[in-house]
């Protein structure tokens, strides 16, 4: 598609879509890949409004530490519907076309919910760390407005920065090759299509990272070291195992989450997308949002007692029906 001119005598082709190759060209494993990604697509969904249900109607559950929760299961089922349907579409057709703008449009919103779940998680740690380290203080501390404040922080640095990166992304022409290494548009792989110099918008996309990444992540080393001297100190062992349960499920998150975030943005980039980079997108994209629910839920006495009532009431209420 004709754009524009270069000059006077020079004339542009610009990309209007992008093929996004996916995870396999052969038809029968594509249909095998639709039903596997189905059913992960329903359970995270389910998995995830479940424990929201759960905390808004259990009293007990209404604490900072299940505030946080919310946001968080929120943000995962945001963040899979930003990128599965599209993918679980691409399968089913076995065509991974789509447009510049659509392209776009999946980029900034799967990094502004990415990234606001890394600052999410930082802030779930300094939850942990004031509850634990400092009970006392904790209530007054932690109170409706902090925990306002920190979830908003969360939610509006993470749009906020990726505004930044997506636009420096998109200011670059894109008039080569329009073949996507990967199942969904993201920001390094669409970044290496671009025909201009890239350096620039490396580096500021690196920056960001540090901001969005490292900056949660040092906070929840520091906050996770405090809490291993403060539980270690603790005289009774039944504490010291509540203690080590809620924050082992927050950690187990973490490790996964940044873990694979950090193996994408902040390593030296090669000229071509690789298989291993998609394989390691996996995770943080199908992976993490299906898990989080069950990581918090498994060992967690207090969901285990809120999921018996509600039981409980659809029970009682079952039988005066009958």
Not at 16 to 23: A, D, E, K
Not at 127 to 140: E, F, G, K, Q
Request: with cysteine; proline share 3%; charged share 10%.
């Amino acid at each position: 598609m004709k754009i524009g001119a270069h000059d006077s005598t020079e004339n542009i082709t610009f990309v209007t879509q992008f093929i996004l190759v996916g995870l396999s060209n052969n038809r029968k494993t594509q249909i095998v890949l639709f039903a596997v990604f189905l059913l992960i697509y329903l359970l995270t969904i389910m998995g995830n409004l479940v424990i929201i249900m759960l905390i808004q109607v259990d009293s007990h559950l209404q604490t900072p530490m299940y505030y946080f929760l919310t946001h968080l299961s929120s943000l995962e089922i945001c963040y899979v519907s930003s990128t599965m349907p599209q993918m679980l579409a691409h399968l089913l057709a076995g065509n991974g076309a789509i447009s510049f703008t659509r392209c776009a449009v999946q980029m900034y919103i799967s990094l502004s919910l990415g990234s606001t779940e890394g600052l999410l998680l930082g802030a779930m740690a300094y939850d942990r760390y004031l509850a634990i380290c400092h009970p006392l203080l904790y209530i007054s501390v932690m109170g409706r407005w902090c925990q306002l404040q920190l979830a908003s922080g969360a939610w509006a640095g993470g749009f906020l920065l990726s505004i930044l990166n997506a636009g420096c992304t998109l200011r670059l022409p894109f008039c080569g090759p329009n073949r996507v290494n990967h199942f969904f548009c993201e920001l390094p792989f669409i970044l290496k299509l671009a025909c201009a110099d890239t350096r620039m918008t490396e580096t500021v996309i690196f920056g960001a990272a540090v901001v969005i990444l490292l900056v949660p992540l040092s906070v929840i080393l520091m906050s996770y070291s405090l809490i291993l001297s403060s539980v270690l100190q603790m005289p009774s062992a039944s504490g010291r195992r509540k203690a080590f349960s809620t924050c082992a499920s927050h950690l187990a998150v973490v490790v996964l989450f940044y873990g694979t975030l950090i193996s994408m943005y902040m390593r030296p980039r090669s000229g071509t997308a690789t298989d291993v980079d998609k394989r390691t997108a996996i995770f943080y994209v199908l992976v993490t949002p299906l898990l989080n629910p069950f990581i918090y839920t498994l060992r967690n006495k207090d969901v285990h007692n809120a999921v018996a009532k509600v039981f409980q009431r659809w029970v009682f209420k079952t039988k005066l029906q009958h």
